[in-house]
């Protein structure tokens, strides 16, 4: 799965799984652009620094907000001035760390739930909005979306977040749909329980060994283990898959 010449754009960057899927497409000769929100602006500037500097494709990093049309706006005609054009598209960014503590459906604010929607829905559907047209243009492209397998499971403490991530499988399909005939390709990863900073301040350590012990390959599972799924969905490889949701959580739900 090598992505010379190709340009992807990864949002969330700056986190610990979004830094992954941005290591691993420039190792892998890829242009890419890296974007999260400008709070996270020095860490991403500095991730886009370390992984260019590492060899393979060049990364740059663009401060934004995915609920912004204006930020991705100019996500897109950076990506066209630097790198001429826009492949492939991670929908990465997601509210989840910011939740805090699991609370009750019936204790959560109406504030508490349009913060999650707007960024995990509306943004997602932003971001592909934003990025179809150079696609078209380009001839076809892939578009990947995050959902997770709360959206199967139904976990308790997590209403909004959970209904977030099943409107985006939702989404996913739909844009299949529509995109399809511009050669564009539009498929979701749904991953269980990872085991990082992000899950251990909403999460008992005895949570994540439960987490860890019900898959079939027991063991925790770590931000590495999404890679090679999102790099197979956004590669010539996956080119005849869309509309799907493809699972990676070792074995813990079965689809």
Do not use: C
Not at 234 to 239: E, F, K, L, P, V
């Amino acid at each position: 799965m090598q992505f010379d010449g190709k340009t992807v754009v990864v949002t969330g960057a700056a986190g610990g799984i979004g830094g992954n899927y941005v290591r691993a497409f420039a190792a892998a000769g890829a242009n890419v652009v890296a974007a999260d929100v400008p709070a996270a602006a020095e860490a991403g500037v500095a991730l886009a620094e370390k992984a260019t500097a590492a060899g393979g494709g060049p990364v740059v990093f663009v401060a934004g907000d995915v609920t912004s049309d204006a930020d991705w706006a100019v996500l897109v005609a950076r990506a066209r001035d630097e790198f001429g054009g826009i492949d492939a598209l991670v929908n990465n960014a997601a509210i989840y760390q910011g939740l805090t503590a699991k609370r009750p459906l019936t204790d959560l604010s109406t504030d508490d739930w349009d913060t999650v929607l707007r960024v995990n829905v509306r943004g997602t559907w932003q971001g592909i909005r934003a990025v179809a047209p150079v696609m078209r243009a380009g001839g076809g492209g892939r578009i990947v979306t995050i959902s997770s397998t709360t959206a199967r499971t139904g976990v308790p403490g997590f209403a909004h977040y959970v209904a977030s991530k099943a409107a985006v499988e939702g989404l996913t399909r739909v844009a299949a749909r529509e995109l399809g005939a511009d050669g564009i390709t539009v498929n979701a990863v749904a991953p269980g329980l990872v085991s990082d900073e992000a899950s251990r301040a909403l999460n008992s350590d005895a949570y994540l060994a439960a987490a860890a012990g019900g898959r079939a390959l027991g063991r925790e599972m770590l931000p590495d283990d999404l890679v090679g799924a999102v790099l197979f969905l956004t590669s010539d490889a996956g080119g005849f898959v869309t509309g799907q949701t493809l699972v990676v959580d070792g074995g813990g739900v079965f689809t």
